[in-house]
């Protein structure tokens, strides 16, 4: 693949919860990148600067990321799934480490040079939970492949609407969307965050390793830099 000599991202889950945000934070920023979305279905959602490629075998994503072109500045991740959609935590697992692990490998090897996943907050590899487990041994994996910048966007609580009905997770949505209508500095925005302002965020944060306004390494964004990045920060950033 030959390199792009304007902005331009790939990315996967962008059918999710976060990754649709992130499509719209993207479309929305000021240096206009393409994106070239990777999904298996319809976006709803038509740009000039969209270049949606619809494959249903999501297997065969890895190869279909080498055949963009020029070469992306960015590769997004914010693909993921729960063991109730999957059927079973391997199956999860199937998607949430082993098919982010091989993206993240194709990406390298192209020689795509700013790497960002969504995470979560509270992960850990000695975590008694298997999805905080394998999430944490996601981060270390992609960190061991060493893009020159690798960002790894690590949100509290998702607020915003899913498809899928997750009823503990629903509860605590309601919970955090009340307390945010009275304080989200105080009540809120230190455990959860609106899946709009970390879509703003990562795209944000990837955007500013592109543009050389970070220094190369691993760079984690935690959840008082989210707010920063995708509230506090964004109108300097977002398009006029």
Known sequence: MAESNSPSAALVGCTGLVGSQIVSALLSLSSHPTIHAIARRDLGTTSANLRLIVESDSSKWPQTLTTITPIPNIFLSALGTTRAIAGSFEAQRA???????SLARMAKESGIKVYVLISSDGVSKSSPFGYLKMKAELEEAVEALRFPYT???KPGLLIGRREDIRPAEAVLRGIAKGLGAISKTWLTD???????????????????CV??????????VGQSEIIKL????????EHS
Do not use: S
């Open 95 to 101: 998607i949430d480490y082993d098919l982010n692990l």
């Open 151 to 153: 960002v790894i966007v």
């Open 190 to 208: 230190w455990w959860a965050q609106d899946v709009e302002i970390i879509g703003r965020a990562a795209a944000v944060a990837g955007m500013n």
């Open 211 to 220: 543009e050389g306004k970070r220094d190369e390494g691993v760079w984690v």
């Open 230 to 237: 995708g509230r506090t920060n964004w109108k300097e950033e």
